[in-house]
T-cell receptor
């Protein structure tokens, strides 16, 4: 079945540091890929998405590129801020019958220190 | 604001009690679903619905019931709460077409004692 594996956390960085959170996936079809962010006490918000190979999703300074050859969708940001502290989830949604659920990684807790 | 609304935000139940978690969306999405979030396990699908009158099981359906009488509402019922159901519950609705973007509610934190 489909699965998503994320870099284990927690991750702690200083403000203005470079961020990478690794995400790899296994899928039988040709999935859409997502990064969701969860701020403390809140629900999940869509951060960015990509639907086909070599697509780059971007939002709020975050980027991720859909790499079919390495089945990866790593999240990056060039200069993190304290306000980026949150839990980040990588997820996929397949086509057809597989579209009936969003498959999540286990989440990566990110803390940014001033 | 358009979106997914969940109530209540917090709930404490005693073992064996029943309750219904409410979920409503105003985006006219046909697809709705319930997830539970547990530490270190990401989110797992409980039940989903592809339209009014149609529901199906997800990964972890035991102990939960759902029904879908309208497009807008998708309540989740716990018939006899157990401590293993202590979790944060999220309702989500989804677009009809690729990339199937999901919109999540703000969650219900449930504690069963």
């Amino acid at each position: 079945g489909n699965s998503v594996t994320q870099m284990e956390g927690p991750v702690t960085l200083s403000e203005e540091a470079f961020l990478t959170i690794n995400c790899t996936y296994t899928a039988t079809g040709y999935p859409s890929l997502f990064w969701y962010v969860q701020y403390p006490g809140e629900g999940l918000q869509l951060l960015l998405k990509a639907t086909k190979a070599d697509d780059k999703g971007s939002n709020k300074g975050f980027e991720a590129t859909y790499r079919k050859e390495t089945t990866s969708f790593h999240l990056e940001k060039g200069s993190v801020q304290v306000s980026d502290s949150a839990v980040y989830f990588c997820a996929l949604s397949d086509r057809g019958q597989g579209a009936q659920k969003l498959v999540f990684g286990q989440g990566t807790r990110l803390t940014i220190n001033p | 604001n358009a979106g997914v609304t969940q109530t209540p935000k917090f709930q404490v139940l005693k073992t064996g009690q029943s309750m219904t978690l409410q979920c409503a969306q105003d985006m006219n999405h046909e697809y709705m679903s319930w997830y539970r979030q547990d530490p270190g396990m990401g989110l797992r699908l409980i039940h989903y619905s592809v339209g009014a009158g149609i529901t199906d099981q997800g990964e972890v359906p035991n102990g939960y019931n759902v029904s879908r009488s309208t497009t807008e509402d998708f309540p989740l019922r716990l018939l006899s709460a157990a401590p293993s159901q202590t979790s944060v519950y999220f309702c989500a609705s989804r677009e009809r077409t690729v990339p199937y973007g999901y919109t999540f509610g703000s969650g219900t934190r449930l504690t069963v004692v």
